[in-house]
Every structure is written in structure tokens, then in C-alpha cells.
């Protein structure tokens, strides 16, 4: 979902926050302004999308200065990273570059089809701001 909200609302947005279970995703981010029903729709098909891809999700651990600095790794947490970090790689099997490289250290599956098993469906259900230029997306796989 992080890539795809780069890609819908632009290179700006930068994770402020996140909370994942299996059961649900809390997704903050920064952004200006409420997203449209045509953006939600948006993320939310690309995401799908990715799903129904079988992106690999594989992960490395690499020093944190390198990571950021060499690598472009999304993070936004800089100085709260200690010296080496996890870093997130979705990839298509046929494709020489990653689909998303993001540090992180949530709950992951070996491929996105895992998420669309008994076929599920990644869906926003609230964007709403938490704080000032800070929103906040809900979602489920249902």
C-alpha cells in the first residue's frame, strides 16, 4: 500500500506511522489533504493488483546509513533505525526491479497471493486525518 500511495498521490508521501495485524492495517502517512473516493479506489486496485501479481517478498538486512543513502530505502524514521535495518522487497519473479523496497519490521508473507487467499480483497475502509498534514488509512483484506 505504501508504493501505491506514492504512486497515486505522489513521491511526497512518507510513512509517519503504521500499526498491522493479521486482521487489519493502520497506515499513517503525510499528505496535505483528505483523498479522494477516486484515489481510495485507486490504491486500493493497484494494491489488489500487486496481490494478484505473486509479488516475492524476500529481506535483507543491510547497515542503516547504507540502506537509506545508497539503496533509496523508504524509511521514515532516520535517528529511531539502529546501525542495521530489515529491508522489504517485493518483486515480480520476472522482473529485474523490485515492484517496492521499504525498511520494515511488521508481519510479511513469502508472496502476495498469500493475501488473497479464499479471495480476499484489500479495502480501505476509513482515510481520515490524525494530526495536522498527517492522514490515516484503515484497511482489511475481506
Request: with cysteine; glycine share 8%; charged share 25%.
Amino acid at each position: 500500500m505504501y508504493k501505491a500511495l506514492q504512486i497515486v498521490l505522489g513521491d511526497h508521501v512518507m510513512q509517519h506511522g503504521s500499526n498491522i495485524t493479521e486482521e487489519r492495517l493502520r497506515f499513517d502517512f503525510n499528505h496535505p489533504e483528505k483523498m479522494t473516493a477516486d484515489q481510495i479506489r485507486q490504491v486500493e486496485n493497484i494494491v489488489n493488483q500487486q496481490i494478484d501479481n505473486d509479488l516475492q517478498v524476500s529481506w535483507e538486512e543491510h547497515p542503516t546509513e547504507y540502506a537509506l543513502n545508497e539503496m533509496h530505502v523508504k524509511g521514515a524514521f532516520g535517528d529511531r533505525y539502529g546501525a542495521v535495518v530489515k529491508c522489504y522487497r517485493m518483486q515480480a519473479s520476472d522482473s529485474s526491479e523490485p515492484f517496492s523496497l521499504e525498511i520494515c519490521g511488521g508481519p510479511h508473507v513469502e508472496h502476495t497471493a498469500q493475501l488473497g487467499e479464499g479471495g480476499k480483497r484489500f479495502a480501505i475502509v476509513k482515510e481520515e486525518s490524525s494530526s495536522a498534514g498527517i492522514r490515516r488509512i484503515k484497511a482489511v483484506l475481506r
